[in-house]
């Protein structure tokens, strides 16, 4: 029977009826393609990210975290495990150069080996040092924001409260103690000021890409914007911040 | 040209001058003299706004503009203060944390006051203790500007480093050699100068 006609009997039935299977090796074959296709709603769940390798998510993330005004929260776990690996891999690296019995094509195995670990370890640097650039600047309003505390790891907030300390003495040696008392303090802003303390700025433009489908925000102007899947649009970040904590949208 | 200055006119001043070390990309001298008149100024202005506080229920125009002046001093110093911090902390991270580099260099080490050495030298125990954490794996100090197309760079060898201690044994860097090595071992004496990157 011909290959082409089976399959296009099959495909006409529509139905999950099993083909008799035949002795040729199509038969397989048109078992599945007789399976109907999933609707599209349920064909969005398949799309899930929990597919997606660590390394996906560490380069979503540092995407994320490189355009977000704001901290985003830690990803502790995925570092710790992407650092071990990382370690791991360099031990047996290390293992087989050593190891004389290893051949040409194992040498050559390696090297691409330890091109994928210097890649990796960009990006886990940059992730590390873009974290560290951000808490440096809002040092002084974490040490009072419970909320972003919460989002650090334990080095960093440690980091966050010896840089504000640091910049404070710094201050107060250079500039506030030899003022007179009455304008001796950081904090003391009258209205027309902005403050000292550098907050987050929410209100920063970024581009959005929904990666799911979600349900209508409210722009500034006061018009809804719903997103749909693989829409690309610049909001300010405060209408989309929620979305990008969920991992619904990252930013680009 | 008359002799008499505004108000806040040297603070002006001073904010200009870290204007101009962003334009230029140059860290310029700490301007201790300029800072030491502004904080004269200040309590000046402090001791001619004492005359005006009474206790009345709108303060009279002249504390206002004093306060005003005061509120702006202060701002200014304390800007030009964290602008100069923060250049700081750029070079500090653009040499790769190498704190004696900058400490020993002379001609930038002229340009800071003493305070601006103790803020880096605190700042970098801060960021050690933060980097010990990571660095069995990776160092945290090295480049973030340019991903790694190559694990293999090609150098030139511009000051003499001595022995180094590299994942293909030890190499002896000599003035005017060329070498090929793992970029991620030398990476941190092409920062610091010794070597240079060959296209």
């Known amino acids: 029977m011909d290959w082409e006609e089976e399959y296009n009997a099959t495909r006409s039935s529509g139905s999950t009826t099993l083909v008799a299977s035949s002795a040729s090796s199509g038969a397989r074959a048109t078992d599945i393609n007789t399976r109907r296709a999933p609707s599209p709603d349920a064909m969005s769940i398949f799309d899930e990210p929990a597919a997606t390798t660590p390394l996906q998510q560490l380069i979503r993330h540092w995407m994320n975290e490189r355009h977000a005004p704001t901290i985003l929260p830690a990803q502790e776990q995925l570092l710790g495990f992407l650092l071990d690996h990382i370690r791991r891999q360099t031990d047996t690296v290390q293992a087989l150069r050593g190891d004389p019995s290893t051949s040409e094509e194992e040498h050559i195995r390696i090297v691409l080996v330890q091109t994928e670990v210097e890649q990796v370890k960009f990006i886990v640097r940059s992730y590390i040092r873009t974290r560290l650039f951000k808490i440096e600047k809002f040092a002084r309003f974490i040490c009072t924001d419970e909320e972003t505390q919460r989002l650090l790891t334990t080095a960093e907030r440690q980091f966050a409260m010896s840089h504000a300390k640091n910049v404070d003495r710094h201050f107060n040696l250079t500039v506030l103690q030899s003022l007179p008392p009455g304008q001796a303090y950081l904090d003391h802003t009258h209205e027309w000021e902005p403050e000292m303390t550098t907050r987050p700025n929410r209100d920063r433009a970024v581009f959005a890409y929904a990666l799911r489908a979600c349900p209508p925000v409210r722009l500034p102007s006061g018009l809804p914007l719903e997103f749909k899947k693989n829409q690309l649009s610049v909001v300010p970040y405060h209408v989309v911040e929620e979305f990008v904590l969920r991992g619904d949208i990252e930013l680009v | 040209m008359s002799d008499t200055r505004q108000f806040c006119d040297l ?42 506080m009474v206790d009345a229920d709108m303060p009279p125009p002249p504390l206002i503009i004093y306060q005003t002046a005061i509120a702006r001093n202060k701002r200014c110093l304390l800007a030009y203060h964290n602008h100069r911090l923060e250049r700081l902390k750029d070079m500090y991270w653009n040499l790769g944390g190498a704190l004696p580099q900058i400490l020993n260099n002379s001609e930038t080490r002229s340009k800071l006051s003493p305070h601006e050495v103790d803020f880096l030298r605190e700042y970098n125990t801060s960021v050690m203790e933060f980097r010990s954490e990571f660095s069995y794996e990776l160092d945290i100090t090295a480049g973030i500007a340019v991903p790694p197309k190559d694990i293999n760079v090609s150098v030139f060898v511009v000051r003499d480093c001595g022995v180094i201690q590299t994942e293909q044994g030890s190499i002896d860097f000599r003035k005017g050699q060329r070498f090929i090595v793992r970029k991620a071992d030398i990476e941190h004496l092409i920062t610091q100068g010794y070597l240079e990157e060959v296209a």
């Open chain 2, 11 to 52: 603070a002006n001043q001073l904010v200009i001058e870290a204007r101009r070390s962003t334009q230029t990309d140059n860290l310029l001298k700490y301007n201790d003299s300029l800072v030491r008149s502004i904080i004269r100024e200040q309590r000046d202005l402090e001791k001619a706004a004492q005359q005006y």
